[in-house]
């Protein structure tokens, strides 16, 4: 059975294999197939392989920051969708029919139309009735005001259809382009997300290890240091009393 002290030094020099962290100790393993968990191992020989250890963890950390990009630079690549400006592209494709529709449907739905129809309904009617140059074009009961008017209807009528056809033809563009675009922002959102998850449960994890793994070296190397600052003390006494002595 191993005294303290015997446990302090053996501690002090290196450790157990059984007491090294699996990873650590299957790089160890690999080297030494031979070697059993009862296999003691020194701080040197010990420092040598962590150096290892922590170059594999770089390594495999470096890999997957690797795979990520590049799935996201695939999925980016393969997005064919390029934002477009609806109203420029929908007036590049109108027609000049098209644009006299557009201006009679919206003469005929303002109020610019509505007085002056009436002004000119009010004038005629008032010509028609009063005679102030003795002619009657149209008497009461305004047989041809009417046709006018029916006319006016009969012709305004399709070109408010044909006006608010391309609205809706305008309002179906826009609402492919918004779901183009959310779905280009959906996307984006989602490869963020994998990038935030590879970030906190992949290299957070790998920063972890690289963090203890420093730390087990740094506490070796400090081991070692005061090692030697107490065998360079020891030293330092034996050659006083030495001293001492052939002064004697």
């Known amino acids: 059975m191993q005294t303290n002290g015997e446990q302090k030094r053996i501690s002090d020099e290196g450790l157990y294999l059984s007491e090294l962290d699996v990873r650590l100790r299957e790089i160890i393993l690999k080297a030494h197939p031979d070697w059993t968990m009862n296999q003691f191992i020194n701080h040197d020989d010990l420092a040598s392989y962590r150096l290892i250890f922590l170059r594999e963890i770089i390594a495999k950390a470096n890999r997957k920051n690797d795979y990520v990009r590049e799935t996201v630079y695939d999925i980016s690549k393969n997005t064919q969708y390029a934002t477009v400006d609806v109203q420029e592209e ?107 998850d590879h970030l906190v449960q992949q290299d957070q994890s790998d920063l972890l290890d690289i963090q203890k793994l420093q730390t087990e070296m740094l506490v070796s190397l400090t081991k070692q240091v005061a090692d030697l600052q107490h065998q360079n003390k020891e030293l330092a006494q034996s050659l006083a009393k030495l001293t001492t002595k052939g002064d004697q």
Do not use: C
Not at 109 to 135: D, E, Q, R
Not at 152 to 176: F, G, H, V
């Open 90 to 196: 929908w007036n590049q494709k109108i027609t000049f029919g098209q644009r006299i529709a557009d201006a009679m449907a919206r003469f005929g739905g303002s109020w610019t139309f509505i007085i002056s129809f009436v002004a000119l309904m009010i004038i005629w009617m008032a010509v028609n009735v009063v005679k102030p140059f003795g002619i009657a074009f149209d008497a009461y009961p305004f047989i041809l005001l009417n046709l006018a008017l029916s006319t006016i209807a009969a012709i305004q009528a399709p070109l408010i259809m044909m006006s608010q056809n391309r609205a809706s033809d305008y309002d179906r563009l826009q609402a492919k382009n918004d779901y183009q675009v959310n779905k280009k922002s959906e996307e984006g959102v989602r490869l963020l997300h994998t990038k935030i």
